[in-house]
């Protein structure tokens, strides 16, 4: 028996942990107390890492589907081999472009796959490679593009006045507050920051704000306009920042002038004085920060909801200035100056053909996650035909039904997983992989996202490493996902390159290099060699990686935009619109269905089983609206929306807005089997379209604030029975 320190993988958070092996396998999970910052804080999905590495219940071998459907097990060699002839096959009779990558959660473990499948991507000519960002909050890096960035970064927390937080639940996803949220609240919260939180559910955040806006689902818009004309109206602008920074405040200022307190608070089922009340948190707030969450980037219009949010910050001046501390300092990634300037608007799409049948265009946030299907179900030249996937769309991804069918078209599916998703049931080849405990971690990858989403990587200059600490399971033949790539290549004769100091550099092609090694290169010329960050088992924070902000250069002449006109025009839209048609709700479709994430699971990989007394995803309904539909928790409904039902369990949830319900993604059987919705729970992309409400830039349709039907499903039986 040893005692071994590692990094929990099964979220962003990166968690250090103290794992008890004895023969290969973790019998105990406990937090490290004398790691930094995150003070021995683990949460119950760190009590999932010994069953996650027992062999019982994962893929130990690479799985090949015959014609009649069954799988049967290959060795990875002969799976290389056979994936290396039929793409150069795909590739020679419909071109390099009719091959695709989607990078989803599987990166979470694997982050070295990254570099691996761009390079492979580009040898091959196709350079298509979508991921997850464009799914989740494509909408912050297309607000960031037309905002333009201020190089002096966010503020760092310790001197934060106010928090305003747009539906995110940081205390238990971590996302904005990655290490031990709770105790990063009460620290922010001790320094005197206030807290601001526009949720429809009263969450495990809201319940610490000063002020919580428990608005109707989908009314972001609508409220973050009514805090900027507040702001304007309080005399709450920083003005000499915006005069040094910024442009379009008075075209903002008329944007936001119909956005009254009582239109807002009346379209947005909220109180005036409460709308007023956070205003005034923000306007006396001497610096601050804010967050998006993904509630308001499903429930449409999630670029103009972070950009106002962007706007806020710029009016009230919350940006790191001259001499602050840089309120992400770099370790492991390469060095920067962190200036107290802006950086002018970038284009935010329109510099890229567009693409599929519906005209998507690539934009700042990537190519558009949402053109896959339509991309795959398409007969022009554009189709795709090969794919590779580290994900589980058919979970993740709206309108199961289409998904599955765009597959279904595919002459190549590779899927690499740890387990059989109801993805990898669809797959030619399902590439066996490694878990976390087997491979390498260093918080580079944590750091590295942090750079396009603020709600990764570390507000301290903290950094880790720890070497793999448990052996594939005796007889198994799994391998990293980057492997693939690599060995694929070399089968088609291909050369791949990884970012070194920033510039391409050749890797050798003849003798595979180890993680290890790949680790190396790609934290060549980091702020803290690597080679410093291993000698500390637990982490550590390097005091000589915190950094100011430096001053403006004397020549900058670039601004912030707040009043971009495709922003504008938008939001004299939402303004102009009417409201109930454009949320939908209806006699029939009475409810709004929200996006929200629960502490036990993390999306499709990580699930419940064994650490919570349930192994599905509930459907939380406030029990007044349970009281009148004669629901009692534990009995099963049915959820409908325009687009499709689903089976659920009914639980109380005394937090959310009455009319709102609430089931977190990634639950559900295989397409077209029987579930049980207390076994395997449901799946909640069943009640989404591909085509609904689609956000005009990155195409991403609703999937929160969506109008539902909610009956007890006894009655439903029948009448899905008769359909
Ligand atoms: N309705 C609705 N849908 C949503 C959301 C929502 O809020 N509501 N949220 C969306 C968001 S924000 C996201 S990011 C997506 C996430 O959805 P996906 O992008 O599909 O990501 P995961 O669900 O995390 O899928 C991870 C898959 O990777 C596998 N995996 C785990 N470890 C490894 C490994 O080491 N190697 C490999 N190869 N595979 C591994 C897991 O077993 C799992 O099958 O879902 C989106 N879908
Ligand atoms: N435990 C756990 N942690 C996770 C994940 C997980 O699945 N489980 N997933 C990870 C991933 S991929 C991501 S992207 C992050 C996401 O991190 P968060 O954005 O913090 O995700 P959620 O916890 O779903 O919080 C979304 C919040 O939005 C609210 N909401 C829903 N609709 C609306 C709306 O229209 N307007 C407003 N204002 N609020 C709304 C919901 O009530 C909910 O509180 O979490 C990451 N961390
Ligand atoms: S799943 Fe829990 S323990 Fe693991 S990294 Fe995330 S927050 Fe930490
Ligand atoms: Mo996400």
């Known amino acids: 028996m040893e005692v071994k320190l590692s990094v929990c993988r099964n979220c962003g958070s990166l968690c250090p942990v103290k794992l008890t092996i004895e023969d290969n396998r973790v019998i105990k999970v406990e937090g490290d107390d004398d790691a930094p910052i995150y003070n021995g804080f683990i949460c119950p999905k760190a009590k999932l890492l010994p069953a996650q590495h027992a062999p019982e219940g994962r893929l130990l071998h690479t799985l090949k589907r015959l014609a009649d459907g069954r799988f049967v097990k290959i060795s990875s060699a002969t799976a290389v081999e056979e994936i290396a002839e039929r793409l150069s096959g795909v590739i020679e009779k419909h071109g390099p472009k009719s091959v695709a990558a989607y990078l989803g959660g599987g990166l979470m473990e ?124 309080m005399d709450g602008v920083d003005r000499a920042f915006v005069a040094a920074n910024a442009e379009g405040a008075e075209a903002l200022r008329e944007a936001t002038r119909d956005f009254t307190p009582d239109y807002v608070a009346d379209r947005a089922g909220l109180k005036v004085e409460d709308l007023v009340a956070a205003a005034r948190i923000l306007v006396q707030a001497r610096s601050g920060d804010t967050a998006l969450g993904v509630g308001p980037s499903m429930a449409t219009r999630g670029t103009l909801t972070s950009y106002l949010a962007l706007c806020i910050q710029t009016l009230r001046g919350f940006w790191a200035r001259e001499g602050d501390l840089v309120g992400r300092p770099r370790v492991l990634i390469q060095p920067k100056t962190f200036k107290a300037q802006p950086s002018r608007p970038r284009p935010a799409w329109g510099f890229a053909p567009a693409m599929g049948p519906r005209g998507l265009q690539p934009t700042s946030a990537g190519l558009p996650a949402a053109a896959i299907p339509e991309l795959m179900m398409s007969d022009g030249e554009d189709r795709i035909r090969a794919f590779f996937l580290h994900a589980s769309p058919t979970t993740s991804w709206p309108e199961r039904e289409k998904t599955v069918a765009a597959f279904g078209r595919l002459d190549l599916l590779v899927v690499h997983d740890v387990q059989m998703t109801p993805t990898a049931g669809l797959a030619d080849y399902v590439i066996a992989t490694k878990r976390q405990l087997e491979v390498p971690v260093t918080t580079q990858s944590s750091e590295a996202t942090g750079r396009i989403h603020p709600g990764y990587d570390w507000t301290e200059p903290y950094g880790a490493y720890r070497p793999a600490v448990l052996e594939p399971p005796a007889g198994s033949d799994l391998l990293e996902s980057w492997q693939t790539y690599y060995r694929v290549a070399q089968k088609m004769g291909l050369n791949l390159a990884i970012a070194e100091r920033g510039q391409p550099v050749d890797i050798s092609m003849d003798r595979e290099p180890t993680s290890d090694e790949i680790l190396e290169l790609a934290c060549q010329g980091s702020v803290v060699p690597l080679s410093k960050v291993k000698e500390f088992p637990h982490g550590h924070v390097f005091e000589e990686a915190r950094a100011r902000v430096q001053p403006r250069d004397p020549a900058c002449e670039d601004r912030l935009q707040i009043a971009d006109p495709a922003m504008m025009k938008l939001l004299r839209e939402v303004r102009g619109e009417d409201v109930l048609g454009r949320r939908k709700t209806s006699a029939d479709f009475p409810f709004l269905m929200i996006a929200r994430r629960v502490q036990v699971s993390t999306n499709s990989g990580v699930r419940p089983d064994g650490i919570a007394k349930t192994s599905y995803n509930p459907c939380f309904m406030h029990p007044d609206d349970m009281a009148r539909l004669g629901l009692a928790a534990g009995d099963t409904l049915e959820v409908r929306s325009r687009h499709g039902a689903i089976i659920a369990v009914a639980e109380a949830d005394q937090y959310l807005r009455p009319g709102v319900i609430g089931m977190a993604h990634g639950y559900g059987p295989r397409f077209g089997q029987s579930y049980d919705p207390r076994r395997d729970g449901a799946n909640v992309n069943d009640l989404t379209n591909w085509e609904d409400d689609n956000d005009p830039y990155h195409g991403m349709p609703r999937m929160s604030a969506l109008p539902v039907s909610v009956r007890p499903a006894a009655s439903a039986a029948a009448s899905i029975a008769a359909e």
């Open 110 to 233: 694997q982050p070295l796959v990254v570099p691996f499948l761009n390079s492979f991507m580009n040898a091959i000519g196709s350079g298509l490679v979508f991921s997850a960002g464009t799914v989740d909050q494509p909408g912050l890096m297309l607000a960031n593009a037309l905002h333009g960035q201020w190089q002096g970064g966010r503020v760092h927390p310790s001197a934060w006045e106010a928090f305003l937080v747009v539906g995110g639940n940081p205390v238990i996803s971590k996302q904005h507050l990655p290490q031990n949220p709770g105790q990063q609240l009460k620290n922010i919260t001790r320094n005197g920051a206030q807290l601001v939180v526009i949720d429809p559910r009263h969450s495990e955040t809201a319940r610490r704000a000063a002020v919580h806006l428990q608005l109707i689902p989908g009314e972001d818009p609508t409220v973050l306009a009514g805090l900027i004309h507040l702001i304007f109206e």
